[in-house]
């Protein structure tokens, strides 16, 4: 499946400027059940293979509707992420989705972890 979008929202959570608080349809704990798509670095190659892991969700997200998050992606993708970067291989073996994952864009400073935006 293509990515919905490559552009990170203007109120992103992993943004150092906005006000979680003042996000709309943040919810921390949505936020804090995301956990399990962060890259951890103790669990070994087969586990990372087979755990379910799935993309974070945009804040924008609905039930009826999901939506990347373009910068849990960016991020994850910088953590070395093997499930999401076999599930993005995936996509971008279909032809409108082959240059999503190089046409990403990250706009302004960035919080470097989850547990950055959650201490907040």
């Given at each position: 499946m293509p990515l919905t979008q490559t552009k990170q929202c203007a109120n992103c959570p992993w943004k150092v400027d906005p006000d979680l608080s003042q996000i709309p349809g943040y919810s921390r704990e949505n936020h804090e059940a995301l956990k399990g798509t962060i890259a951890n670095p103790n669990f070994d190659l087969l586990?990372?293979?087979t755990s379910p892991k799935v993309a974070m969700?945009?804040?924008y997200s609905t039930d009826d509707k999901l939506l990347e998050c373009v910068?849990?992606?960016y991020h994850q993708l910088r953590n070395n992420n093997l499930p999401l970067r076999l599930i993005l291989m995936r996509c971008a073996t279909?032809?409108?989705a082959t240059n999503?994952?190089?046409d990403l864009e990250i706009d302004g400073a960035q919080r470097a972890?989850?547990?950055e935006i959650l201490k907040d």
């Open positions: 586990d990372q293979l969700g945009c804040h910068a849990g992606i279909r032809p409108q999503q994952i190089k972890t989850l547990a």
